[in-house]
């Protein structure tokens, strides 16, 4: 079958780091993309790896590895406002969503 | 500013109705889908479209319906609405049929049965 699993849950403080995991096991492997989605709102989509290696993007950086099968999303300069849920997903006929991580950000 | 419109956006019904939830976009995109998505928990594929007059179901079982007689339009159907289907329904689209590009999402259906 298709997966991609994540951590459920990633507590940090205002200004850290954080690294969100997802590993997979898909067929017909594309990419990998990453969205956000905040409490009652859209997922809104991040970024996307077509190839191994890293992609930067202001404060967010996405990075893949086909042969381990996995990715993180990188989040630095943690804010408040960074709270959210956050899902790995990869396209293939169609775009099959990771499990989510929700992350807190603390004072 | 949203180009992929869903309405209502919340409803609350009575079991045995028949209810439709409505979603247009204005990108022009091809592939549109439906999803249902507990408060907290993973998005699920239950229908998407390749186009006009195509459509497939996805990988969670659903006793939904869809059609797409229009591109810009992908409603969704329940004959008979149980208190099970109670759940946020958020509907997406994207360009063209590769499977990198970006979905756009709607603000979603908030759907409680009695």
């Known amino acids: 079958g298709q997966s991609l699993e994540q951590p459920s849950e990633v507590t940090a403080v205002e200004g850290a780091i954080v690294q969100i995991n997802c590993t997979y096991q898909?067929?017909?492997?594309?990419?990998l993309s990453w969205y956000q989605q905040h409490d009652g709102g859209a997922p809104t989509f991040l970024s996307y790896?077509?190839?191994?290696g890293l992609e930067e993007t202001g404060r967010f950086s996405s990075f893949l590895s086909r042969s381990d099968s996995y990715g993180y999303l990188l989040l630095q300069e943690l804010q408040m406002k960074d709270s959210a849920s956050y899902f790995c997903a990869a396209p293939t006929d169609k775009l099959i969503f990771g499990t989510g991580t929700r992350l807190q950000v603390f004072p | 500013e949203a180009d992929i419109y869903q309405t209502p956006r919340y409803l609350v019904i009575g079991t045995g109705k028949k209810i439709t939830l409505e979603c247009s976009q204005t990108?022009?995109?091809?592939?549109m889908y439906w999803y249902q998505q507990d408060p907290g928990m993973e998005l699920h594929l239950i229908h998407y479209?390749?186009?006009?007059?195509?459509?497939e179901k996805g990988d969670l079982s659903s006793e939904s319906t869809v059609s797409r007689i229009r591109t810009e339009h992908f409603p969704l159907t329940l004959e008979s609405a149980r208190p099970s289907h109670t759940s946020q329904y958020l509907c997406a689209s994207s360009e063209g049929r590769g499977g990198n590009q970006p979905q756009h999402f709607g603000d979603g259906t908030r759907l409680s049965i009695l």
């Open positions: 479209s390749y186009g006009v007059n195509s459509t």
């Open positions: 898909t067929s017909g492997f594309y990419g």
């Open positions: 790896n077509a190839l191994d």
């Open positions: 990108m022009g995109h091809d592939k």
